[in-house]
């Protein structure tokens, strides 16, 4: 089967940096995505890799390893406004994304 | 009309009846797609389509119809609501249904209830 596993939740502090990881099994890869969701919105596109390394977009960062099945996003200065749930997904091999069931992130004072 | 509306934001459906959930893009994508989103679960998609006048079942199509007469208009239609139908749906699009960067917009949802 595939699957998509992302820590349920996660706590940091303002100002701080952050780190949320995904492993996937998929049957193919053809790219992962990762979205914010804040309560009650929907989701909408922060970064995609497709290929093995790091893609930086200002305070976000997200990093892929092929052969590990792995991606992290990484969030620097943290914001009270980054207070969301981060989705993890995996384009397979019929071009249809699988995905993970979120990461909420709880940003304290 | 900016990106994907849907209509109704919300509705409470006695179970038994019908229900269309409507969805329109103006981005010109070919590709739409339709998930609900359960509490603990990742988004699953329900039905898909790659371009107007084609569609497809993704994980869960079961009590779900869609057509794409169109490339604006992409509504899902419940035949017979059941309570396990009770989710929040989100219809989004993408520039085509292949790989690259190629993200998929999101509508703003539709909170369906089904008692």
């Known amino acids: 089967g595939q699957n998509i596993d992302q820590p349920t939740e996660m706590t940091a502090t303002e100002g701080a940096i952050v780190q949320i990881n995904c492993t996937y099994q998929t049957s193919g890869f053809n790219g992962l995505f990762w979205y914010q969701q804040h309560a009650g919105e929907a989701p909408t596109f922060l970064s995609y890799n497709v290929l093995d390394g790091l893609e930086e977009k200002g305070r976000f960062s997200s990093f892929l390893s092929r052969s590990k099945g792995y991606s992290y996003l990484l969030l620097k200065e943290l914001q009270m406004k980054d207070s969301a749930s981060y989705l993890c997904?995996?384009?397979?091999?019929?071009?249809?994304?699988?995905w993970g069931a979120g990461t909420k992130l709880i940003i304290k004072p | 009309i900016a990106g994907i509306t849907q209509a109704p934001t919300s509705q409470i459906l006695a179970a038994g009846r019908r229900m269309t959930l409507r969805c329109t893009q103006d981005m010109r994508h070919n590709a739409m797609y339709w998930y609900r989103q359960d509490l603990g679960l990742g988004l699953r998609l329900i039905h898909y389509?790659?371009?107007?006048?084609?569609?497809g079942k993704g994980e869960v199509p079961d009590g779900y119809s869609v057509s794409r007469a169109n490339t604006d208009d992409f509504p899902l239609t419940l035949a017979s609501a059941v309570p396990s139908q009770t989710s929040v749906y989100f219809c989004?699009?993408?520039?085509?249904?292949?790989?690259?960067?190629?993200?998929?917009?999101f509508g703003p949802g539709t909170r369906l209830t089904v008692l």
């Open positions: 989004a699009s993408s520039e085509s249904s292949g790989g690259g960067y190629n993200e998929q917009f």
């Open positions: 997904a995996v384009r397979d091999s019929n071009y249809q994304l699988i």
């Open positions: 389509s790659n371009t107007a006048g084609t569609t």
